[in-house]
T-cell receptor, first 113, second 109 residues
């Protein structure tokens, strides 16, 4: 058990819809990272937050956004969903910023029909 | 973008065999991490290597960081079915990790 909690575990929705994925980091960790994992592209870094502030941005689409709340949990919002957005979305956390060892949740599997 | 290529992409071996997985890049990384991911779970950190030429052992797993800090290898001795999974290397950037393409290992009993 990594201590990182992601909900929901599975999400099935239709094209054009909007969903919110939630992540609670490990106790004491200030940084939260979001990744997308699809079959043909491996693990792609989306965005990082540190203590409530955006710290780094990766290959995140404009239709996607994220935030980290004062209690340090984070949400990833995906809108105008397309078939190609179907993937596993992972959240990870680390104590500090910088590329420290990250602890991953078990992911949310998003299926777009 | 700092790319990390892993080889082989897929590997299927018999229990008891040895294997080596490679992680290569044209970029220099301050450190490199190896993760293993099992179906339905997130990646789990195995080791971090920091110094060029460093070798770390974790039971039957041996990790090496290249002298130039651009590449790394993972050697597994006497593989067991429990070693089955997706092995990912990740190079450290300023604020995040750059993950490799992954090696999917299957160890057949």
């Amino acid at each position: 058990d990594s201590g990182v909690t992601q909900t929901p575990k599975h999400l099935i929705t239709a094209t054009g819809q909007r969903v919110t994925l939630r992540c609670s980091p490990r106790s004491g960790d200030l940084s939260v990272y979001w990744y997308q994992q699809s079959l043909d592209q491996g693990l792609q870094f989306l965005i990082q937050y540190y203590n409530g502030e955006e710290r780094a941005k990766g290959n995140i689409l404009e239709r996607f956004s994220a935030q980290q709340f004062p209690d340090l949990h984070s949400e990833l919002n995906l809108s105008s969903l397309e078939l190609g957005d179907s993937a596993l979305y992972f959240c990870a956390s680390s104590v500090d910023s910088g590329a420290q060892p990250q602890h991953f949740g078990d992911g949310t599997r998003l299926s777009i029909l | 973008t700092q790319l990390l290529e892993q080889s082989p992409q897929f590997l299927s071996i018999q229990e008891g065999e040895n294997l080596t997985v490679y992680c290569n890049s044209s970029s220099v990384f301050s450190s490199l991490q190896w993760y293993r991911q099992e179906p339905g779970e997130g990646p789990v950190l195995l080791v971090t290597v920091v110094t060029g030429g460093e070798v770390k052992k974790l039971k039957r797993l041996t990790f090496q960081f290249g002298d130039a800090r651009k590449d790394s290898s993972l050697h597994i001795t006497a593989a067991q079915p429990g070693d089955t999974g997706l092995y990912l290397c990740a190079g450290t950037g300023a604020n995040n990790l750059f993950f490799g393409t992954g090696t999917r290992l299957t160890v057949i009993p």
